[in-house]
């Protein structure tokens, strides 16, 4: 894991920018709903490569990190060929989970959508860990958690 001199600020968090692709509207030109979880994963891919915490991560130390519960409010929509940005915010937690917030800003920097997910840890055996994984505590440690 690549945590050195990597200490965070206040926050653990990245922001990303991406744009809508035509795909991922409806025949409105309106991205379709579902869309927003796979631009929370878009944010937590880009949160791991910054902070050595990816899905390659994980997976090199035996354990996947499967979602389950997520949470999506729209506000605003965004539309084929939108700008917009992630920003992804790592919530500390004493329990053996990941838990992330999401919120999405278009061009002009008004809130579109704010969300939330929780990953638990699922050794390779595919059992639940009830206590932090050592790598992953380790990981919290370097990062002051």
């Known amino acids: 894991?690549?945590?050195?001199?990597?200490?965070?600020?206040?926050?653990?968090?990245?922001?990303?920018?991406?744009?809508?692709?035509?795909?991922?509207?409806?025949?409105?030109?309106?991205?379709?709903?579902?869309?927003?979880?796979?631009?929370?994963?878009?944010?937590?891919?880009?949160?791991?490569r910054k902070w050595g915490l990816s899905y390659l991560d994980v997976q090199k130390q035996g354990f996947a990190t499967p979602i389950v519960k997520s949470m999506c409010e729209h506000f605003l929509p965004l539309?084929?060929?939108?700008?917009?940005?992630?920003?992804?915010?790592?919530?500390?937690?004493?329990?053996?989970?990941?838990?992330f917030r999401y919120r999405l800003f278009n061009e002009a920097e008004q809130l579109v959508c704010s969300g939330e997910t929780v990953q638990v840890f699922l050794d390779s055996d595919?059992?639940?860990?009830?206590?932090?994984?050592?790598?992953?505590?380790?990981w919290k440690n370097t990062m002051g958690l």
Not at 86 to 98: N, R, V, Y
């Open 126 to 138: 595919g059992n639940l860990s009830f206590y932090n994984p050592p790598f992953f505590q380790e």
């Open 1 to 48: 894991m690549k945590t050195e001199n990597m200490l965070p600020d206040k926050d653990l968090k990245i922001k990303e920018t991406l744009r809508v692709r035509f795909n991922e509207t409806d025949p409105l030109g309106i991205v379709w709903h579902g869309h927003y979880i796979t631009y929370f994963e878009e944010g937590r891919e880009a949160f791991g």
């Open 79 to 99: 539309k084929y060929g939108d700008t917009f940005t992630i920003e992804t915010t790592f919530i500390p937690s004493d329990s053996a989970k990941l838990i």
